[in-house]
């Protein structure tokens, strides 16, 4: 249990396509993560939002969405993706930004398949 | 442009014996530095971290060391065992100029063999 948890685990969706994906903390967390992790890249920051406002998009793609109702929640609302968008989709989640010593807590990630 | 670089992508080490996983960095404003560990099928999960006001860091078998002059931090694990299989990821971040977000490297899949 890591406190941070994402739906679904795997996602296959086509081209036309809109689906979205979920993550959900419960640590108390001030501040939440989508990162993208593809084959043999570094963990590519998406989006940051710190009290439930968007500090960092950092140059995503419009055809990816996020989302964040409340402190807890996030997502990721995806529409018309390319089918080098299948990646893994991690979220993360930690304490108020610009905190010294913030270690991230991650989910399990969504594996994406773009047919 | 990677600002966070790990240049092996895997090593092999024998049960026992001391793994040392290597990450350079280019940004002299990075300040504060993390180990993530990441088991297929799961998200990363935090190992240890350094601020660069300290050149060494110790937890259990895990040590890691920083030598800010040449812009190199280390990971060791002694002893070495199977179950510290996985992936490790080198993270950093400038938070003396506000940025908390880190940078990740590439990663380097460590195997360790019983």
């Known amino acids: 249990e890591t406190g941070v948890t994402q739906t679904p685990r795997h996602l296959v969706m086509g081209m036309t396509n809109k689906k979205s994906l979920k993550c959900e903390q419960h640590l108390g967390h001030n501040a939440m993560y989508w990162y993208k992790q593809s084959a043999k890249k570094p963990l590519e920051l998406m989006f940051v939002y710190s009290l439930e406002e968007r500090v960092e998009n950092n140059s995503v793609p419009s055809r990816f969405s996020p989302e964040c109702p409340n402190s807890s929640h996030l997502f990721l609302h995806l529409h018309t993706l390319q089918p080098e968008d299948s990646a893994l989709y991690l979220c993360?989640?930690?304490?108020?930004?610009?905190?010294?010593?913030?270690?991230?807590?991650f989910g399990q990630g969504t594996r994406l398949t773009v047919v | 442009d990677q600002q966070v670089k790990q240049n092996s992508p895997s090593l092999s080490v024998q049960e026992g014996r001391i793994s040392i996983l290597n990450c350079d960095y280019t940004?002299?404003?990075?300040?504060?530095f993390l180990w993530y560990k990441k088991y297929p099928a799961e998200g990363p999960t935090f190992l240890i971290s350094?601020?660069?006001?300290?050149d060494k860091n110790e937890d259990g078998r895990f040590t890691v060391f920083l030598n800010k002059s040449a812009k190199h931090l280390s990971l060791h694990i002694v002893p070495s065992q199977p179950g510290d299989s996985a992936v490790y990821f080198c993270?950093?971040?400038?938070?003396?100029?506000?940025?908390?977000?880190?940078?990740f490297g590439r990663g380097t899949s460590l195997i360790v063999h019983p």
């Open positions: 940004n002299s404003m990075f300040d504060y």
């Open positions: 993360a989640s930690s304490q108020a930004p610009g905190t010294l010593n913030t270690e991230a807590f």
């Open positions: 993270a950093a971040s400038a938070t003396s100029g506000g940025s908390y977000i880190p940078t």
């Open positions: 350094i601020s660069s006001i300290k």
